[in-house]
């Protein structure tokens, strides 16, 4: 059973940083799923913002965070990070990662709790 665990989120200013986490519950996830970041502000839509491809493939950010955002893997952690520079409040939702990085292929089950990012002055 996949499962992975956000944290990392937080309240920061404008112009701000976090790093938000992605917890696999075995090492061996990375290796075999695609790892997604998707975010949901209220009243928005669920859209993705990041994938990192499974093992040792590529990393890929959608157009509104490409350059301020970078991902990266720790396979002894089971971890898969995001780094979020420069934020904005228009960068405040819930952040979710998922097996996958489309969001139409992504079952229920797999959405977690999601971490808050706050942004504001």
């Known amino acids: 059973q996949v499962q992975l665990v956000e944290s990392g989120g937080g309240l920061v200013h404008p112009g701000g940083s976090l790093r938000l986490s992605c917890a696999a519950s075995?090492?061996?996830?990375?290796?075999?799923?695609?790892i997604g970041w998707f975010r949901q502000a209220p009243g928005k839509e669920r859209e993705g913002i990041a994938c990192?491809?499974?093992?040792?493939?590529?990393?890929h950010y959608a157009e509104s965070v490409e350059g301020r955002f970078s991902l990266s893997k720790d396979r002894g952690k089971a971890t898969v990070y995001l780094q979020m520079n420069n934020l904005q409040p228009d960068d405040a939702a819930i952040y979710y990662c998922?097996?996958?990085?489309?969001?139409?292929?992504?079952?229920?089950?797999?959405w977690g709790q999601g971490t808050q990012v706050t942004v504001s002055s």
């Open positions: 990192a491809d499974r093992g040792h493939g590529g990393l």
């Open positions: 998922a097996p996958g990085c489309q969001l139409t292929t992504i079952d229920d089950k797999f």
């Open positions: 075995s090492a061996s996830t990375l290796d075999y799923y695609n």
